[in-house]
């Protein structure tokens, strides 16, 4: 029994489970076009792949993420009207100058905040960032950009600085980022049900205003003035790039950024978030850009080769511990008491190893007492940690318990038995020879 009870606490000490198949977490080759990506699963807080995630580039209009983000933080009415004012003229002279894309806002134009919301993420408008910038500003636009600093330091963002509200500026005028960060940026943009709403459509009507006073299209709905279009091609059906799964976020392009796209995805239950920049300038054959095909490369990759898994198994033990003081059992077993979700690729290698485990516990033992932990490793790389908790009770047998406590004074109560019992020979023989002393006679 003994050497069982060894073996069972070695196995306890050392025990793993192992799955592998296939392939490994390397997307295939050629499917990555771009120089910086982040890609990641929401579900089991997992980066799966990642290329020069901290390599600081201009964020071009990527940088709207953060716009927006502090708008939909701002807890400001959205119904909220805003009139452009001349100061902002300079400003969206030069976006026009630039070549910078706008939603055709004028100086002078009284808008909602939502309109602006919208204009700004999903036609990547220029002006719209700007509008908003000026407005959170309380019309200093360096005011708003300390707040998207700010921010962006909250979120854990290390390389990042902006010094405009919308990314047309680049390295030049110091507004630059990291996939990495960019990648935290979007985190807490998805986190905000109020952008993913306004990231997921595929267009927008832009209101009738005091400067839009006519609808530009028969199509338009009553009090439409026009409408404006999400950048994201891979949300829209009839595009050969769409992707049903896709959920935003953001695109961006300029010469120094080059091609630029930020984006969430929701399939198999599982959500994933993905950041790719400086892809090629040039499109790609079929006419998309190559953040585009990129996104729905690493995504058809991804999709099909991963999946989350439970770990440990609850219902199997994971180590034996002896019992003291137990007379229905000479051991208990040890489970886990919860489990982590992690990512299950085919061809990784998960481990689960005990640690901590007790060399012996001592009756009573209650059922979910915790007694060690198991180490969850993904690829050697540790991913969490659960308690190990006994999967019964252990009553405490008083005969055990006294016998084990009683046994160092063993040889005192030998002992004093043996006087006792000598004491007890030596008068019963006294009063024996009393008993035989003969009588003497009167005379």
């Not at 060399?359 to 007492?369: H, I, M, S, W």
Request: charge should be negative; hydrophobic fraction near 45%; aromatic fraction near 10%.
């Amino acid at each position: 029994m003994k050497k069982c009870l060894a073996l069972a606490l070695a196995f306890a000490a050392a025990l793993t489970w192992a799955f592998s198949a296939a392939a490994g977490w390397e997307p295939p080759e050629g499917a990555v076009n771009a120089e910086a990506v982040v890609l990641y699963n929401v579900d089991t807080d997992t980066v799966v792949y990642e290329k020069n995630a901290h390599e600081v580039r201009a964020a071009a209009s990527l940088t709207k993420m953060m716009t927006g983000l502090l708008l939909a933080e701002s807890g400001e009415d959205l119904s909220q009207t805003f009139t452009i004012p001349e100061d902002l003229r300079p400003e969206f002279d030069r976006i026009q100058a630039e070549n910078g894309s706008d939603a055709d806002l004028k100086i002078g134009e009284t808008v909602t905040l939502e309109s602006l919301l919208y204009a700004c993420l999903l036609p990547s408008g220029n002006d719209a960032a700007s509008a908003i910038a000026y407005y959170l500003g309380n019309g200093d636009m360096q005011a708003f950009f300390d707040k998207m600093n700010a921010r962006a330091a909250e979120l854990g963002c290390e390389n990042t600085n902006f010094t405009c509200a919308h990314g047309l500026y680049g390295l030049e005028y110091g507004n630059h980022s990291t996939a990495w960060d960019m990648f935290l940026i979007a985190r807490a943009f998805r986190e905000n049900d109020l952008l993913m709403e306004v990231v997921t459509q595929t267009g927008y009507w832009m209101p009738l205003t005091n400067l839009h006073t006519e609808a530009e299209s028969p199509d338009a709905p009553a009090g439409a003035a026009y409408y404006v279009g999400t950048t994201n091609v891979m949300q829209l059906p009839d595009q050969e790039l769409y992707r049903p799964y896709i959920r935003g976020i953001k695109t961006g392009f300029t010469d120094e950024a080059g091609r630029c796209f930020v984006s969430s995805a929701e399939s198999g239950g599982m959500t994933w978030l993905l950041v790719v920049m400086g892809a090629p300038i040039q499109l790609a054959e079929d006419g998309f850009n190559w953040a585009f095909h990129t996104t729905a490369d690493l995504y058809d990759w991804a999709l099909v080769n991963f999946w989350p898994v439970q770990l440990p198994n609850t219902e199997t033990p994971l180590a034996s511990v002896p019992v003291k003081w137990c007379a229905e059992s000479e051991t208990v077993s040890l489970y886990a008491a919860s489990t982590l979700t992690t990512l299950q690729c085919s061809g990784s290698q998960v481990e689960v190893v005990t640690e901590d485990v007790p060399q012996t516990l001592e009756a009573p033992v209650e059922a979910g007492q915790t007694a060690g932990r198991a180490m969850v490793y993904v690829d050697g790389e540790a991913v969490g940690t659960v308690e190990l908790v006994t999967g019964s009770a252990c009553e405490r047998s008083a005969w055990l318990y006294y016998k084990e406590r009683l046994a160092p004074f063993a040889p005192v109560f030998i002992g004093a038995a043996l006087v006792l019992a000598l004491l007890f020979f030596g008068a019963a023989r006294a009063a024996g020879n009393r008993r035989k002393r003969p009588a003497f006679a009167l005379r």
